[in-house]
């Protein structure tokens, strides 16, 4: 029994309490990286003019660590990629971001490539502006360096122009997207062959390390990145990756690659929870059209996407998971009252694995030897 408490603000049915004391919950979790209650800093703690702390959505967080020591990073994040926001034809908007801020989220997954870090940090803004949030410190920021700027020289200009973007002073957590470099001067699907070429991981490593000692993020880490190459940076780190951000949910449960990052002290973030349901570029049914899932929601009156999250969350890691949709937003906040049984994860056990997510046929049409060793070695 892990003790950790709680506070974001409200959605479903607002409660008001008249102290400025955070309310203890008690949440079974397996994951050691949860906060206990002395650790929760006071920014984490929605205070309302009149003194009274506005609670509805309770959000556990787990423990980063970062330039100033143990930070809280709320386990569920905001994603805010998609298909149509990537090809630039639909971006996200800031109202979507100020409606999750209402809501109860915190974390916000964002990235150089996604398009979304303006309209991200245009809602920040405005959530200032109405009060929704007393201080920017309320929240949790991550983006990522995209491909085209994988290389030492390039990785300040990007953190930079990212920080920009979002009209921030700094993120909480700085990426590297993909282990891949990408010549191109204007990011365009699919990559020809002859720009991609292999990342100096030293080189871009001690860049994110200079990001973090010049206070442009708290903490940085990596995305999609697998054991071999993991080991390569924790041979010359100062700063080891914090996090490690990867396709995970209950049809690729990644078992191997979350046994390695808590073996080393890594937080999993899981992407496309869902399978990116409805998203026409990289996303499929298969998870919310999953039998086992439908039987298992079914009987505990509750949605496929909230078994599938709930499974993620009691696998320890924490989730992005985009809706821009406000009720399916909130669904996807309301995983933390109720749980799993055993018999119920021992089916999801047996689920058939298959990965959804390689870079040749989604990044790269045409197949080419550095892709391909990254699509073998996240196998
Ligand atoms: P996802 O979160 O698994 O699925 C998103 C899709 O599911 C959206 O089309 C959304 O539609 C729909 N959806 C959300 N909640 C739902 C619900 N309760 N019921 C039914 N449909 C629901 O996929 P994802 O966007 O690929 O992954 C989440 C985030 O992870 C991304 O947004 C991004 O921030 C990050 N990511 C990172 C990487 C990486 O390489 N590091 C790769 C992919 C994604 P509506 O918006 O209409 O609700």
Not at 228 to 235: A, D, P, Y
Not at 269 to 288: C, K
Request: glycine letters at 6%; hydrophobic letters at 40%.
């Amino acid at each position: 029994m892990v003790v950790v408490s709680f506070l974001l603000c409200s959605y479903v049915t607002p409660c008001y309490t008249n102290t400025f004391c955070p309310i203890i919950l008690q949440i079974n979790s397996p994951s050691d990286h949860l906060l206990s209650v002395q650790q929760i800093p006071d920014n984490f703690i929605q205070k309302t003019g009149r003194g009274f702390i506005n609670i509805m959505v309770t959000i556990p967080v787990m423990t980063i660590s970062s330039s100033d020591g143990p930070r809280p990073m709320p386990v569920i994040a905001m994603g805010t990629a998609s298909d149509s926001g990537i090809s630039g034809s639909d971006v996200m908007s800031s109202s979507t971001i100020v409606e999750a801020i209402k809501v109860g989220y915190r974390h916000f997954d964002t990235a150089a490539v996604y398009r979304t870090e303006k309209p991200l940090g245009e809602g920040i803004s405005e959530a200032l502006r109405l009060g929704l949030i007393k201080s920017r410190s309320e929240l949790f920021i991550t983006t990522k360096l995209w491909c085209a700027s994988a290389d030492r020289h390039l990785v300040l200009p990007a953190i930079n122009q990212s920080l920009q973007n979002l009209g921030l002073e700094y993120v909480d957590l700085y990426l590297i997207h993909w282990p891949l470099k990408v010549i191109q001067d204007e990011f365009k699907l699919p990559v020809p062959k002859e720009c991609v070429a292999a990342i100096d991981i030293k080189a871009v490593w001690e860049a994110m390390e200079e990001c973090q000692n010049l206070g442009l993020t708290k903490s940085i880490g990596v995305s999609n990145f697998y054991p071999k190459l993991i080991q390569q940076i924790l041979s010359f780190a100062k700063i080891p990756p914090a996090v490690n951000q990867f396709e995970m949910n209950p049809l690729w449960q990644q078992k191997k690659l979350t046994g390695f990052c808590k073996e080393n002290s890594i937080l999993v973030t899981a992407y496309s929870p869902l399978g990116a349901f409805g998203n026409n570029a990289w996303g499929h049914n298969r998870v919310m059209e999953c039998d086992v899932l439908q039987d298992i929601a079914k009987s505990k009156g509750k949605t496929v996407a909230q078994i599938s999250l709930r499974w993620l969350y009691e696998q320890g890691v924490s989730i992005a998971v985009k809706s821009y949709n406000t009720e399916r937003m909130k669904q996807n906040l309301d995983i933390f009252d109720w749980s799993l049984t055993k018999e119920d994860m021992e089916k999801i056990d047996q689920i058939p694995q298959r990965r959804h997510v390689y870079l040749i046929g989604s990044m790269s049409v045409e197949p080419n030897d550095i892709m391909a060793e990254i699509d073998a070695e996240l196998d």
